[in-house]
């Protein structure tokens, strides 16, 4: 019954990264799509999103056969249900780079971003593309120092976006009121893709360890200071044992 249940569970691991796959496959052509105002790229991220639902639901069907028929205790606990919040947190991102497509079709054969913003947009593009990497890593081999990385990874999307705002209200904007409304749409859109992103680590996180990533880092830091004291111990007793 226990290899019938790891298998179950491996079936469930399987289908996460199934999503994580199709999301980043999906926000890569929505972002060429709104970059390089390509068309093609909008359909065929919108015809990849449509297949989100049913794998959230697969892995979401799975999720509710291991609790209730398997009773999982300790780590493969943890493991379906921060996964069931990581399902989530992926499908939402999906959705995310969906509206994404949505507004680069819109928009076509013009660009949805004015010109001098579209570097801001393809930095933002390339950290959230490198995000969803990070994650589809860390799903394979959940690795919590690796994971706390990523929870401040959104630091600077973050940064972004306030910029892009803060060009739209204090300073003059030339580029008209749709496009002032696209742009902040569309920060918003990936803003919150990278949001989800860290949510995500915070899950895996705690999958490796059982803590939330407040108290991993306050347990990091106790950590280093014990050694920093040890060490201090060490050399004190190394100096005085010689004379």
């Known amino acids: ?7 179950s569970l491996n079936a469930f691991a399987d289908d996460v990264i199934v999503l ?35 794998i959230k639901r697969r892995c979401e069907q799975r999720a509710v056969e291991l609790l209730a028929t398997e009773g999982p205790l300790a780590r493969d606990l943890r493991q379906v249900i921060s996964s069931i919040y990581i399902v989530d947190d992926l499908a939402r991102m999906g959705m995310l780079a969906q509206h994404v497509a949505k507004s680069a079709r819109r928009r076509h054969p013009a660009c949805a971003v004015p010109e ?19 994650i589809r890593h860390l799903l394979s ?5 690796v994971a706390m990385v ?3 990874d959104d630091d600077l999307v973050d940064d972004i976006h306030e910029h892009l705002m803060m060009m739209l209200t204090r300073r003059d904007w030339p580029h008209g009121t749709v496009a002032a409304v696209d742009v902040t749409l569309l920060s918003r859109f990936l803003e919150r893709f990278a949001d989800h992103a860290v949510n995500v680590a915070a899950r895996i996180v705690y ?37």
Not at 116 to 134: H, I, T
């Open 1 to 7: 019954m226990r290899t019938a249940f790891r298998d």
């Open 150 to 152: 990523l929870v401040t």
């Open 20 to 54: 994580c796959d199709t999301v980043r496959s999906v926000a890569q052509k929505s972002l060429t799509a709104l970059l390089e105002a390509d068309l093609q790229e909008a359909e065929d991220a919108l015809t990849l999103a449509e297949e989100l639902p049913e």
């Open 116 to 134: 001098p913003v579209v570097p801001y947009f393809a930095e933002v593009a390339r950290l959230n593309l490198e995000m969803v990497d990070k």
């Open 141 to 145: 081999n959940a690795n919590a120092d």
């Open 207 to 243: 999958l490796a360890t059982g803590l939330t990533p407040h108290e991993y880092q306050e347990r990091r830091n106790e950590e280093r200071e014990e050694a920093d004291w040890a060490k201090r111990f060490a050399e004190l007793e190394a100096r005085f044992s010689e004379q």
